[in-house]
């Protein structure tokens, strides 16, 4: 495993408020890690399926994505499941983050393969 600095955090969140506190509360703890914003699901997929996969491939980088279940265009749960059905991205791990209560939704989460 790399140097945890080396690790870049990817950050799926469409509200610009709660992408700032997730952001800030990572810095707080010295974090000093690379962090990638993304507004909706779907800029995070196209980002993972080019520079992402490409950074992984030829420099063996890591990541860590902490990833919204409610966006627009492509939710969390459905980006989610594709990480974890595709070959070269399944090993990244995933954190969801939500606000939802209901336990169906935090064990569908699960099921699809999330880490935390």
């Given at each position: 495993m790399k140097n945890q600095k080396d690790i870049i955090i990817l950050i799926a969140e469409d509200d610009d408020g709660h992408a700032e506190l997730i952001i800030e509360g990572l810095r707080e703890t010295g974090l000093k890690n690379e962090i990638v914003r993304f507004s909706d699901g779907q800029?995070?997929?196209d980002y993972l399926h080019s520079q992402c996969r490409e950074?992984?491939?030829?420099?063996?980088?890591?990541f860590l994505i902490l990833l919204d279940i409610n966006m627009p265009r492509m939710d969390g749960i459905t980006v989610l499941e594709r990480i974890k059905n595709d070959v070269c991205l399944k090993d990244i791990p995933v954190m969801m983050l939500t606000t939802t209560d209901d336990p169906r939704e935090?064990?569908?989460c699960y099921q699809l393969g999330c880490n935390v």
């Open positions: 800029e995070l997929w950074e992984m491939l030829e420099n063996n980088q890591e935090v064990e569908r």
